[in-house]
Antibody
Framework: EVQLLESGGDLVQPGGSLRLSCAAS????????MTWVRQAPGKGLEWVGF??????????DYVASVKGRFTISRDDSKNIAYLQMDDLKTEDTGMYFC?????????WGRGTLVIVSS | DIVMTQSPDVLSVSLGERATINCKAS????????????LAWYQQKPGQPPKLLFY???TRESGVPDRFTGSGSGTDFTLTISSLQAEDVAVYYC?????????FGQGTKLEVK
């Protein structure tokens, strides 16, 4: 059974940093792209970025609003994807989901909550 | 960036009636090499992560009831529920995954009239 479990969400001050983790199981992790999607309270879904699988160079893409502040990485030996978030802003507040794949995400974690507030 | 625009924002439908949600892409999301539309539909219920309903615009995900249908062409796509059930009350999103950033529509809230 495919499982994705996010962790690392917390209350952080503006300008601070957090690292989110997504622990994966039940599939060949290294073969899949992994994507982060966020959702501000009461709002819609926003695609944050993704990292390609090893076979596609493990390269990344990001939405413009997080470029230069967020970094997605992966450790295929541990089956974990990471979202490093720096210089956090209040508008980064929300639930962060990791998903399997690039598009048409067939598996989602339950999310981890990030609150950016002073 | 490709803008995905859904309509309506809120849809009220009686149980047993048809529900239709539209999604329009600001540019083509058809990859000519494989003739696939890079479009997905998701259902999200309160307090839950989204659930994939369709990918490649028309391919129903395993376990999704056949009262759900994905259709469309060009830049206009439709999610149809042929006979609304109480458990279908949710917010529905379309997403393009043709060009990064892989943008979502703003969502359509489906409620029972």
């Amino acid at each position: 059974e495919v499982q994705l479990l996010e962790s690392g969400g917390d209350l952080v001050q503006p300008g601070g940093s957090l690292r989110l983790s997504c622990a994966a199981s039940g599939f060949t992790f290294s073969s899949y792209a992994m994507t982060w999607v966020r959702q501000a309270p009461g709002k819609g879904l926003e695609w944050v970025g993704f990292i390609r699988g090893k076979g596609f160079g493990g390269t990344t893409d990001y939405v413009a609003s997080v470029k230069g502040r967020f970094t997605i990485s992966r450790d295929d030996s541990k089956n974990i994807a990471y979202l490093q978030m720096d210089d956090l802003k209040t508008e980064d507040t929300g639930m962060y989901f990791c998903t399997r794949g690039r598009g048409g995400a067939d598996h989602w974690g339950r999310g981890t909550l990030v609150i950016v507030s002073s | 960036d490709i803008v995905m625009t859904q309509s309506p924002d809120v849809l009220s439908v009686s149980l047993g009636e048809r529900a239709t949600i539209n999604c329009k892409a600001s540019q083509s999301i058809l990859y000519s090499s494989n003739n696939n539309y890079y479009l997905a539909w998701y259902q999200q219920k309160p307090g839950q992560p989204p659930k994939l309903l369709f990918y490649w615009a028309f391919t129903r995900e395993s376990g999704v009831p056949d009262r759900f249908t994905g259709s469309g062409s060009g830049t206009d796509f439709t999610l149809t529920i042929s006979s609304l059930q109480a458990e279908d009350v949710a917010v529905y999103y379309c997403q393009q995954y043709y060009i990064a950033p892989y943008t979502f529509g703003q969502g359509t809230k489906l409620e029972v009239k």
